[in-house]
Nanobody
Framework: QVQLVESGGGLVQTGGSLRLSCAAS????????MGWFRQAPEKAREFVAA????????AYADSVKGRFTISRDDAKNTVYLQMNSLKPEDTAAYYC????????????????????WGQGTQVTVSS
């Protein structure tokens, strides 16, 4: 079992930055693929970014490429999402998720492929 706890959300102006953290407990994440998703009111949950813990390979949604960076800290068992140049359309609840499928498989961008989820952290970007 994996427990995920997100933090770092908040209110920021357009163009600002935030760093989200996802701390994991219950199991080492060394073989997992970790993802960030977001969900705005009345919209479906959408993929933002993901990283393979073993190789560090990453994937990003087109809407955040060049602005967001996903990374991991082995010692802290924590995944981060650095968000720069934030836009009002980035406003959403952000969720961290863990995919326990074999590490040699592709990074999944579908929420249903992830096994564990955090409770979410709200990001609000004012215009």
């Amino acid at each position: 079992q994996v427990q995920l706890v997100e933090s770092g959300g908040g209110l920021v102006q357009t163009g600002g930055s935030l760093r989200l953290s996802c701390a994991a407990s219950g199991r080492t994440l060394s073989t997992y693929k970790m993802g960030w998703f977001r969900q705005a009111p009345e919209k479906a949950r959408e993929f933002v970014a993901a990283i393979k813990w073993t190789s560090g390979s990453t994937a990003y949604a087109d809407s955040v490429k060049g602005r967001f960076t996903i990374s991991r800290d082995d010692a802290k068992n924590t995944v981060y999402l650095q968000m720069n140049s934030l836009k009002p359309e980035d406003t959403a609840a952000y969720y961290c998720a863990a995919d326990g499928s074999p590490s040699w498989t592709v990074i999944h961008t579908t929420a249903a492929r992830y096994d564990y989820w955090g409770q979410g952290t709200q990001v609000t970007v004012s215009s």
